[in-house]
């Protein structure tokens, strides 16, 4: 899925493929400047961006593999997340930290079940219970696992519903998560800073910023409220609320990622 990039030297609009690394090298078509573009992004956002956006257009089938993908990778950030914040209040050295958490992965890498136990092991030692929502029926593994693996096809509710069910479980996490995902975020920034020391003379260096449904959660800005006595509370909403709300909210900011 193509993303819209701009040419620091004569300006022109270069779509440019999203790279899984988040680290994009391009050579303008029109002016053949060299600019790399590194995108502060995660990989769970931006598999989620891609179904909501392929749900927009009405690839709900194609969403489904989109948000399946995004939930796996957030349980590999929740790991990371956790891991390097442990590290960072033993004051360990990070650069150690995230080598031995590189290492420790390559172990599970391949085989997402193992996956699932660390993020289920990290989940306990961080909150101190059980991930009560780690069910098959709670994460709708029955279901991706038909339109994924059996070619079913889902009608545009059975979408919605389970795309609602993984946005809300992400979201809660990363308000679980709080400043602790600003550790992952690091991460990020020291891998974009160890491409940027290789760059020859005459590459500028982009950095971005993209919206996404998960924008209010990044970097810890937004904890969630634990605000003394309120009055006439209004009451939670339900997953399908909120994933229409955060739809209508930032969707339209989706459009970038657009089908050219
Ligand atoms: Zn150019």
Not at 8 to 21: H, I, L, Q
Not at 29 to 50: I, M, N, S, T, W
Not at 157 to 184: C, K, M, N, Q, T
Not at 199 to 204: A, D, F, K, N, R
Request: aromatic fraction near 10%; charged fraction near 25%; hydrophobic fraction near 45%.
């Amino acid at each position: 899925m193509p993303f819209p990039t701009t040419c620091p030297t004569c300006g022109r609009e270069v779509p440019v493929e999203f790279a899984d690394s988040a680290i994009h090298e391009v050579t303008c078509p029109q002016c053949g400047a060299r600019y790399v573009v590194y995108v502060r992004k995660h990989k769970f956002e931006v598999l989620f961006d891609l179904g909501t956006r392929a749900l927009m257009d009405g690839y709900a089938r194609e969403a489904v593999a989109s948000f399946a993908a995004a939930l796996e990778r957030f349980f590999e950030f929740y790991v990371r997340s956790f891991a390097l914040e442990r590290a960072a209040g033993m004051d360990g050295d990070f650069g150690g930290a995230l080598a031995a958490l590189e290492g420790t992965w390559r172990h599970v890498a391949s085989q997402s079940e193992r996956q699932v136990g660390m993020f289920a092991l990290a989940y306990l030692l961080r909150e101190g219970r059980e991930p009560e929502f780690l069910t098959a029926k709670a994460l709708g593994t029955d279901f991706r696992n038909r339109v994924i693996h059996r070619g079913y096809l889902p009608r545009r509710e059975e979408v919605d519903a389970y795309a609602a069910r993984v946005f809300a479980l992400i979201d809660r996490l990363l308000g679980e998560l709080g400043p602790g995902a600003a550790h992952a975020e690091l991460a990020q920034e020291q891998a974009f800073a160890a491409h940027l020391a290789t760059l020859p003379e005459g590459v500028t260096a982009v950095f971005e910023e993209h919206p996404g449904m998960f924008r209010a959660r990044r970097f810890g800005t937004m904890p969630p409220q634990k605000s003394a006595v309120q009055v006439n509370p209004t009451p939670p909403l339900n997953d399908a609320q909120a994933f229409a709300q955060a739809l209508a909210e930032r969707g339209p900011g989706l459009d970038v990622f657009k089908r050219r």
